[in-house]
């Protein structure tokens, strides 16, 4: 599904990481940890195609992900590690706007991934009336709205959650995994939940 050869990555003329090379197929889990600066959230932008590697190539479904920019939205979901909402718009206005890439944005659809994340109740609140964690619970919405492609590329994803939502949501990646979805994401904390086939990646010994 998702292969990468001999990744290299610069920023600023800096060597991040070199010669990372690692394969990902239906049901697995990697996280991606290292310190501050390794380049986590750069891997993740290189695995998108939102920038381009120094050295090496990501291939998604067997090409390389360079050529596919016209379908990389239907083949993979990315959140990134801020929460990405509009201050101004509602909490159902925002989740309909996120949900446009990949859902027909329909309201019932909109109503139940709100649910899901525990903001029934909030649906016309505006979004700058909200706390960090809720407005992190908008983005994360998105994991619970139909037709969603199997790879899910996800930047810190549990950041201002709390213990709940940090339980729901490791169960929840798991659950996608071992359905036969695929999720990468990077992450300090230690996850008590995994996929049965789940790989920690520390960027740190990649670093050059
Ligand atoms: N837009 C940018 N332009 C230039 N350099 C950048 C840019 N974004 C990040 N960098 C540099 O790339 C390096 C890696 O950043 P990145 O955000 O990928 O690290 P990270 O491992 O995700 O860090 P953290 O754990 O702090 O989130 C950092 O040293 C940073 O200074």
Redesign the pocket.
């Given at each position: 599904m998702l292969e990468v050869v001999a990744l290299g990555c610069e920023?600023?003329q800096?060597k991040?990481f070199t010669g990372l090379t690692f394969r990902l197929r239906a049901g697995d889990m990697l996280r991606i940890q290292?310190?501050?600066?390794?380049?986590?959230?750069?891997?993740l932008r290189l695995l998108c195609g939102l920038t381009q590697p120094t050295n090496g190539r990501v291939e998604l479904f067997g090409q390389t992900l360079a050529r596919q920019r016209d379908i990389r939205a239907s083949k993979l979901l990315w959140i990134g590690?801020a929460a990405g909402v509009k201050a101004l718009l509602t909490v159902e206005e925002n989740l309909t706007w996120l949900s446009a890439l990949h859902s027909t944005g329909e309201t019932a659809a909109i109503g139940k991934a709100l649910a899901a994340v525990g903001l029934r109740g909030f649906e016309d609140t505006p979004c700058h009336a909200l706390s960090a964690g809720q407005q992190r619970r908008i983005a994360l919405a998105r994991l619970y709205l139909p037709n969603l492609p199997n790879l899910w590329l996800l930047d810190?994803p549990f950041t201002a959650l709390d213990t709940a939502g940090t339980e729901q949501l490791e169960a929840h990646l798991a659950r996608h995994c071992d359905h036969g979805g695929t999720v990468v994401l990077?992450t300090?904390h230690e996850l008590s939940k995994r996929a049965c086939a789940y790989v920690d990646l520390d960027?740190g010994q990649y670093t050059s």
């Open positions: 920023r600023d800096r991040l290292g310190p501050n600066g390794s380049g986590k959230t750069s891997l590690h810190e990077t300090h960027l």
